[in-house]
């Protein structure tokens, strides 16, 4: 059984918009300032081509299928890590909106291994990696929800990415022969692993490999990505539970890190939420949203001319993301990529890491806004802790960081050169500005009130199933269980209740 979401209704349900708006504009009753606003908001979501619904068009499996039932308990499973400490789940819980809930990751060597979210510290006799107390990944950790609708990149630097750059080819370049790149193969350059891959199951390749993430630091460094990962299916291939497991999704019990990956990738990927207030407005429900969050949208969707912030520019489409990257200089805490700046060498230069091209420097990819209300912390290394800063930031980054507010941070995030870097990152911002560079961000002039709608209307992108641990259920083990290497994560939160 797959979950289907065909184009039917695209072109239909935007004529039948079509024809309330102009109705709107001829009979009376539409035109009180509430339908004023209707009006506004659903003429602009025609022009940028909205439809409420970024599933529409896509194949998608469900959690029920076989191959995502066994994704789900390989994601759960500390097996996979090095040291049996850290799973995909340990920095991707569902009830933690896809992420960690953390500014940045902890994985590895963690005080209490199933404790998720604010409270997860390093164990500080862990072994391993250069320790200073904080985290050691660099990043935040993007949410897995609805990970299936890129396209194009994954990760915040695109290191996975496909070579064909085509919208709606779901990521699979099995179809057009060009291929995904990852951190396996140069730049440009298609890596042979994922030639059958999804965007999401070539990606799920990569943590563990990583020291920090899942590999730990006891196992011989030297080891190469494919030496790890072959030595994992080894070890999955030796319990005869896994073996099992895989029988009921493949038919036979042979254990390869290709189906691991493609296992995994088909268990994010069934991670669909999309059934927003937005999408129920923009498909004719008036009431869906709040007259705040419409004049939010009004907002988001218009450009700095016609009086609006024009974040629709670069969260663009249906899953609010063109899927390209942009300069907008968040906070660069945590310990960075180890680049250097010339002043510190913590920095992190985003895109420009990946492709050595000037004009990347500082720039990291759109993120989908679907479901970003519980998707916090928020930019790249999870410096903004609430949605309403971090909307400021978006309207006037260089007042943003000024204003910044350190004692949001957990005391071990790292975040002492955070002004020193970032302020590399507002010299590009400007210097691109001054060049004309295009789609540059270019700041907007706002109320207090401006930020509570666009708030509001940011908080009607989420799926209310995402704020529902029944609802999330399927795709969280039973917490009773242990799994079939008896290494399931049951996370807990620092309360010691389950999530
Ligand atoms: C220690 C925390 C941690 C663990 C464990 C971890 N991840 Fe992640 N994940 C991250 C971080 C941080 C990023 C962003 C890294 C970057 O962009 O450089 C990320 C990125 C991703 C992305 C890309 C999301 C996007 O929007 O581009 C996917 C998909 C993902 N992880 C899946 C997995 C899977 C599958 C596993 C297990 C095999 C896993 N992760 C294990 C922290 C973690
Ligand atoms: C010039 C392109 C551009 C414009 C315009 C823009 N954004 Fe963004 N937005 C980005 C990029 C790129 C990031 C990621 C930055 C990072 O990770 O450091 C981002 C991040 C965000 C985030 C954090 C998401 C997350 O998961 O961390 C929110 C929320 C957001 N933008 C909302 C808005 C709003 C609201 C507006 C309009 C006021 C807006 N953006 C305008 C490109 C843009």
Redesign the pocket.
Known sequence: MLYKSKKRNNDSSQLLTLAIVSACLLITACSSDDADLDVDVMSLAIVRGLTGDPSTGRTLPSIDDPKPQLGKKL?FTKG?GGDDD???V???HPSLGGG?NLSL???VGAEDPDLLGPGRLHDVAAVGGVFDGGPT?P??????FN?GM?DQ?????G?VESLSKIAGANGDDGVDGLGIRTPDSEFGVADPRAANDTL?AA??RF??TSP???HGFSLPTQDTNDKIRDALAVKLAGDIDWGNEFVIAYGDSAISYDRIAES?GEY?RSQVFVNSPWKAYVEGNKTAISDSAKRGAKMFLSSIPMGGANCISCHAGNFLTDEQYHVLATPQIGRGKGDDNGTLSNDDFGRFRESQLDFDMYRF?T?SLLNVEVTGPWG?AGAYTSLENMVRHMLNPAEAIANYDFSQLDSTVQAADMLTNTQFALTQLEANRASNFSGVHRNVAFTEADVADLVEFLKALTDPCVKDRSCLAPWIPDTGETGPDGLQLNAKDSTGAFL
């Open positions: 994601f996979l850290s799973a995909c340990t920095c991707h960690d990751s902890i994985g990944v990043r935040n950790a993007p949410t897995t990970i890129w990149v994954l990760f915040h630097d290191r999401v990606q799920s943590p563990v920090e993430q899942m995994i994010e990819r993120p790249h």
